[in-house]
Nanobody
Framework: QVRFMESGGGLVQPGGSLRLSCTASVSIFSFYAMGWYRQAPGKQRELVATISIGGSTNYADSVKGRFTISRDNAKNTVYLQMNSLKPEDTAVYYC????????WGQGTQVTVSS
């Protein structure tokens, strides 16, 4: 049973940046497309960025041009660089496989507020 561990969240002012990291309890990143998801209060969890095994990326329109997903298979880590943050980016962020998500980790809270 794989477990995901997200970190790097925090409180940031609008326009600021954060870099999220995600590791897994087993080495799976080499075998699956990975994604970053987020869930804002009162809203459904949404997929915001994906990266394929080969490194191709896709983004939700709401974050395109501001967020960058990357992976380091040797370190078994996936990253989400978030720039030009907006209050509407406030959410708990999770990583998981891009298709058929497994058990969810605890996530990391991102709060964008002045």
């Amino acid at each position: 049973q794989v477990r995901f561990m997200e970190s790097g969240g925090g409180l940031v002012q609008p326009g600021g940046s954060l870099r999220l990291s995600c590791t897994a309890s087993v080495s799976i990143f080499s075998f699956y497309a990975m994604g970053w998801y987020r869930q804002a209060p009162g809203k459904q969890r949404e997929l915001v960025a994906t990266i394929s095994i080969g490194g191709s990326t896709n983004y939700a329109d709401s974050v395109k041009g501001r967020f960058t997903i990357s992976r380091d298979n040797a370190k078994n880590t996936v990253y989400l660089q978030m720039n030009s943050l907006k209050p509407e980016d406030t959410a708990v962020y999770y990583c998981n496989t891009a298709q058929s998500p497994r058990e969810w980790g605890q996530g990391t809270q991102v709060t964008v507020s002045s």
